[in-house]
């Protein structure tokens, strides 16, 4: 007798999950980290979001799409962090110009 194989997880949980640390990475950063530093450490919450997007694929253990999975997941923390520069960007400026 063989065991059936069970149905694969879902995973969109896992890239929404890489999408939420990036907005929360983001927030971070635009809070507590001085102006002239805002865009290095954007840059190093991206790469830390590309990072976890990996691991989170790789621990989902599924060879299929796991091209567009870590690409989906990458794409929309970069989109999630494109906001949120733009948003402090645009602060940024209304308060210089008051």
Do not use: D
């Amino acid at each position: 007798m063989t065991t059936p194989e069970l149905a694969p997880r879902r995973p969109f949980g896992g890239i929404v999950a890489v999408w939420v640390f990036a907005a929360v990475a983001g927030v971070a950063v635009a809070l507590f980290v001085p102006s002239p530093w805002h865009a290095t450490w954007m840059t190093l919450a991206l790469a830390a979001s590309v990072i976890l997007a990996f691991v989170i694929q790789l621990a989902y253990g599924r060879v299929q799409r796991f091209i567009q999975r870590v690409a989906l997941s990458s794409l929309g923390a970069l989109l999630v962090l494109g906001v949120i520069s733009v948003a402090v960007a645009l602060s940024a400026l209304i308060a210089s110009s008051r």
